[in-house]
């Protein structure tokens, strides 16, 4: 079977050119021009992608894709640099408060921020990773779900992910996922060992764990209150 023929650079520049909806004046439209027409690889992609179909001998088609994954890119890169910045905010903000302040900040996360404490913490972990230089800032990936995957990564898996190019910006959630899986460690352990009475201890833990810190967050604040009254009495 033939393979199917590819539009030209030129072409595509063309088309890009006399479309009304990207002005070549505006400066963004002439980035994104300039950006479609430089990676081959790219192109190898889409004919991959719509194998079988007539798209690839479709100039206006293709300058349609090749100007959308760009402004995609963009608009991706723009959402890392927010996550980060708000996981950044996070950190200073631990920084700042009492122990016990800190604790009341979490458990009222989704009352302050459009975000439960969950995602909080997923965002302060990435940041903390670029921060740290575990994770490189320019292959942080845009999604914070991907983002956070890497960061559960032990040193082994990490040198396993950066040996087979994981860490980079278009990396999938699944592919981590899977690395993870695949390079788990299971402990030895003697004897016939129930996974499901595991899973559920480990969740009992978790409650628990949860429960104490609710506990001392009352407990200090609790504290803070008599220390308000007393004044200098408190030794």
């Known amino acids: 079977m033939s393979k199917t023929h590819r539009v030209s650079r030129t072409s595509i520049m063309s088309v890009m050119e006399e479309d009304d909806s990207l002005s070549v004046s505006d400066n963004r439209a002439e980035m994104l021009i300039e950006r479609v027409v430089i990676d081959d690889n790219v192109m190898t992609t889409i004919e991959d992608v719509f194998a079988g179909t007539s798209v690839i001998s479709d100039t206006e088609k293709v300058s349609r894709i090749l100007a959308v994954r760009a402004e995609v890119n963009q608009n991706w890169s723009q959402a890392r640099d927010s996550f980060l910045a708000i996981g950044r905010a996070l950190l200073d903000l631990e920084n700042v408060l009492s122990k016990a302040e800190y604790i009341k900040l979490r458990q009222g996360s989704d009352r302050l921020f459009p975000f439960s404490d969950a995602t909080a913490t997923q965002l302060r972990r990435i940041a903390k990773a670029v921060s740290d230089g575990v ?22 898996q990490l040198r396993v ?10 990396v999938t959630r699944r592919e981590i996922a899977n690395l993870r899986k695949e390079t ?7 004897g016939r060992v129930d996974v499901n009475v595991l899973k559920e201890e480990y969740r009992k833990l ?8 609710s506990e001392m967050a009352a407990v200090d604040s609790k504290i803070q209150d008599i220390r308000g009254l007393l004044g200098d009495l408190v030794e």
Not at 135 to 156: K, V
Not at 161 to 170: F, Q, T, W
Not at 206 to 213: F, S
């Open 206 to 213: 978790l409650r628990h764990r949860e429960k104490l810190e």
């Open 135 to 156: 994770i490189p800032l320019d292959a942080c990936p845009g999604s914070y779900g991907t983002a956070y995957q890497i960061t559960l990564l032990n040193e082994h």
């Open 161 to 170: 992910a950066k040996e087979r190019g994981l860490i980079r910006p278009d």
């Open 184 to 190: 788990v460690i299971k402990p030895e352990i003697s």
